[in-house]
């Protein structure tokens, strides 16, 4: 049975746990390497844009690098969120079946979800692969003759649906308002998740730009002396053929697969 949960748990929450975002923000910028960073771009991509000077390419790269790094770091507190959410208003909570982070009951139905950032999530490959996860938690829960019925959710928690269907057959997606609303039983809950956010940022953030600039500083000159002339030029062909080209044996490992 539903209980509900009120704005100030959430906010609660979120002022217990956002340092946790804005931390883990700032440790992986601390860890940054200039190479790491310079062998997962494109130096195409860079190339039409017109830079000019290393500190404008340097710029442009890390910045490419933060936003998919923040992404990943604030889906994760996103994640954890919507858990807790659940947890107050229908009990739910994280599950052990693999490949999903949700499980609850709601209405007589018993519903496994698996929660991304935003709906733009994944290849076909990898929306394939949760196919089969939905399909083995079918499966497993579905041996209880006394289970109720399943409902399986890619849940989303930001953005909005291109086509007017949530029903992808053996799942349904819901995105941005429509999966707080489901966790939540409150169509208002995407709303009611902005304000606390906001917890700290200023000076969160001017300590993350103290350390930013820094970091720039340091890519910089060391962007100028592995891949500029004496003169400041940047040496594109080189370093086309340090992210490109031949693999020496010395490729930087993956942080997050763990491979070169």
Excluded at 32 to 41: A, T
Excluded at 163 to 168: A, M, N, Q, V, Y
Aim: glycine share 8%; aromatic share 10%; proline share 3%.
């Amino acid at each position: 049975m539903a209980t509900g949960i009120t704005q100030a748990q959430i906010t609660e929450y979120v002022k217990k746990h956002i340092p946790d975002f804005h931390k883990e923000r700032l440790e992986k910028l601390r860890k940054l390497k200039l190479q790491k960073v310079l062998s997962r771009k494109n130096p195409y991509l860079f190339k039409t844009k017109g830079l000019l000077t290393s500190r404008e390419l340097v710029k442009a790269i890390l910045d490419a690098h933060l936003s998919s790094s923040e992404e990943t770091v604030l889906g994760g507190f996103l994640e954890g969120l919507a858990v807790f959410i659940c947890g107050k208003v229908y009990g739910g909570g994280k599950s052990a079946a693999n490949g999903i982070d949700l499980e609850f009951v709601k209405d007589r139905k018993k519903y496994f979800v698996s929660i991304k950032s935003g709906p733009n999530w994944g290849n076909s490959e990898q929306i394939k692969k949760l196919r089969m996860v939905f399909k083995e938690v079918r499966k497993i829960y579905g041996q209880d003759k006394n289970s109720l019925p399943v409902e399986c959710v890619n849940g989303c928690c930001y953005g909005k649906l291109k086509t007017t269907s949530e029903h992808k057959g053996d799942y349904i997606k819901l995105c941005g308002s429509r999966f707080w609303a489901l966790i939540s039983g409150d169509e208002n809950t995407y709303l009611n998740i902005v304000e606390p956010l906001g917890h700290e940022a200023k000076d969160r953030n001017t300590e993350f730009l103290a350390q930013y600039e820094l970091v720039v500083d340091e890519f910089t000159e060391l962007f100028r002396t592995m891949f500029c002339d004496a003169g400041n030029n940047i040496l594109w062909e080189k370093l086309t053929k340090f992210s490109s080209g031949p693999p020496t044996g010395e490729e930087v490992e993956d942080e997050i697969t763990g491979e070169p």
